[in-house]
């Protein structure tokens, strides 16, 4: 299992919608639509955000938004803020019970 | 409300064992897929694997690991249903990191809704 593959950052202006990849194989992103989303800050534990590649837990903010095609899986932040810097982690069933993370993208509010 | 709180001893020397527990409270235990996930040092995050128990299986519950870890690592519970622990034998300074407890959703999910806050362990002699 190799870790999914996420951009190391990315920025925008306040106000900007960006967008963050995660991309997989046929084996896990590909195959399944069980991506998640994860939110953390400097020294906090993790968030779900997105979850079953579309859907957002309650209390998630409507300016986070996911989506797939074929092997790569997105996150669309519109309308970012400061408080939406931070790290950002994709996750995806892999088959045989067995999950597999991206390597975290730092998004920055210019 | 459910809550998870990771404790472990913050130091162990190589290539000794390491013994984390995650205390759960608040909720039910069953039908929910009990995790550890860890996070080295200004790295990304590795699912670690997860116990599963029904009710109806044995008090032990279903395990299942992440294949580079599987040699050195179990997942368990105690019969109370409120402690997880994590066992890691024959570690290396390429395990130290924050180790997260999680509540993953389970097999129509398999997202992680709940989060310990985390316990980092360092390795070192």
């Known amino acids: 299992q190799s870790a999914l593959t996420q951009p190391a950052s990315v920025s925008g202006s306040p106000g900007q919608s960006i967008t963050i990849s995660c991309t997989g194989t046929s084996s896990d992103i590909g195959n399944y639509n069980l991506v998640s989303w994860y939110q953390q800050h400097p020294d906090k534990a993790p968030k779900l955000i997105i979850y079953e590649v579309t859907k957002r837990p309650s209390g998630v903010s409507n300016r986070f938004s996911g989506s797939k095609s074929g092997n790569t899986a997105s996150l669309t932040i519109s309308g970012l803020q400061a408080e939406d810097e931070g790290d950002y982690y994709c996750?995806?069933?892999?088959?045989?019970?067995?999950?597999?993370f991206g390597g975290g993208t730092k998004v920055t509010a210019l | 409300q459910v809550q998870l709180q990771e404790s472990g001893p913050g130091l162990v020397k190589p290539p000794e064992t390491l013994s984390l527990i995650c205390s759960i409270s608040?909720?039910?235990?069953?039908?929910?897929?009990w995790t550890w996930i860890r996070q080295p040092p200004g790295k990304g995050l590795e699912w670690i694997g997860y116990v599963y128990y029904s009710g109806t299986t044995s008090y032990r519950g279903d395990t299942v690991y992440n294949p580079s870890l599987k040699s050195r690592v179990t997942i368990s519970t105690d019969t109370s249903k409120t402690h997880l622990y994590l066992k890691m034998i024959s570690v290396t300074p390429a395990d130290m990191g924050v180790y997260f407890c999680a509540r993953d959703l389970g097999p129509s999910s398999r997202a992680f809704d709940l989060w310990g806050r985390g316990t980092m362990v360092t390795v070192s002699s």
């Open positions: 996750c995806s069933y892999a088959g045989r019970n067995t999950v597999i």
């Open positions: 608040g909720g039910s235990f069953s039908s929910y897929y």
